[in-house]
């Protein structure tokens, strides 16, 4: 991913989804082995990378969570992006 | 407090039409082994819970089931968004239409509505996490049985089959809280005492004079 300029949307947020998932399954080994220093290492690296993406992913196709919903101009953001059950028409 | 994410936690794009499908799907939504219980279930589990890791596991993995259900919710909405009146009739979908129109609702797949006595919170550790190892197994089971429905429907088939690896993911975590549970507790005998009730008696360490009453 640091080689791109302007990622496509889509491409974007399958690189939020991978980051986020390898967060969400390195938080449940965490949670029951508290001391792995591999584990903690590896959770650090991707929470970086999703925090990055998420910020990229704001500034160019608008917020995925409220925290984001507020530097896209004059227009509230969060109501005009697709909701994520939308995808897939034909 | 929870925070919402605009995205699905595994990406799902459906295009074709199937309320058959549908119907039998919503069942890991509101049925007996769905993920709005499996949600319910550990959220309701954790203020109990006497030790950390299991505390965050059931909290972790409560939120990851309303992700789920998300999932779950959209397969059944873009299987029934283009549906005809024919298709609706011809498909038996037409009981569920009756009351819910294509509206989403949380119901077994026989239409028996989402039910809190589906599941438990007993206030004991040992209980509780021994329930939620079945709770997986039993919702990996559900999505066995659903592949064995979508085998022409790729796309529904493929974000099922990532709903039954994060069952098998999550039974594996509850198998480490129950053995950290149980490190905490007398070897000689787990259910001495109920470490998130009997406070009084000393942590379960096996000091507290009691064992010649063994229940």
Redesign the interface.
């Known amino acids: 991913m640091n080689q791109r300029q302007r990622p496509d949307q889509e491409q974007l ?2 690189w ?2 991978m980051v ?2 390898a967060c ?2 390195t ?3 965490l ?4 001391d792995c220093s591999e584990a903690l290492a590896f959770y650090q690296k991707h929470v970086a990378l999703r925090k990055q993406a998420l910020e990229e992913y704001a500034r160019l196709y608008g ?5 984001h919903a507020v530097s896209t101009g004059n227009k509230w953001a ?1 109501i005009q ?1 697709p ?3 939308e ?4 | 407090m929870w925070n919402y994410e605009k995205r699905l936690e595994y990406p799902i794009h459906i295009k074709e039409t199937n309320p058959k499908l549908a119907q039998a799907i919503i069942t890991q939504y509101g049925g007996p082994d769905g993920e709005l219980g499996a949600s319910m279930r550990y959220l309701s589990q954790r203020y109990t819970m006497p030790y950390r890791e299991a505390i965050a596991t059931l909290t972790d993995i409560g939120t990851e089931e309303l992700a789920h259900f998300e999932m779950i919710c959209t397969i059944v909405y873009q299987l029934t968004r283009n549906m005809s009146m024919e298709e609706l009739k011809a498909s038996g979908f037409d009981v569920y239409y009756v009351d819910h129109t294509a509206g989403l609702w949380p119901q077994a797949a026989s239409g028996v509505p989402f039910s809190a006595a589906t599941f438990q919170s007993t206030g004991d550790p040992v209980a509780d996490l021994t329930e939620d190892l079945a709770a997986e197994q039993k919702a990996r089971i559900t999505y066995d049985n659903i592949l064995r429905l979508c085998e022409d429907s790729p796309e529904v088939k493929d974000a099922i089959r990532f709903l039954r690896e994060r069952e098998i993911v999550h039974f594996q975590r509850f198998g480490e809280s129950l053995r950290i549970v149980q490190d905490h507790l007398d070897s000689r005998n787990f259910y001495i005492m109920n470490p998130a009730f009997d406070t009084g008696i000393s942590g379960g360490s096996g000091d507290c004079g009691c064992k010649s009453n063994t229940p």
Request: glycine letters at 6%.
């Open positions: 947020l399958q939020i989804n986020s998932f969400t399954e938080v449940l080994y949670n029951t082995h508290p917020p995925l969570t409220l925290d969060w992006q909701w994520p059950w995808g897939g028409k034909c």
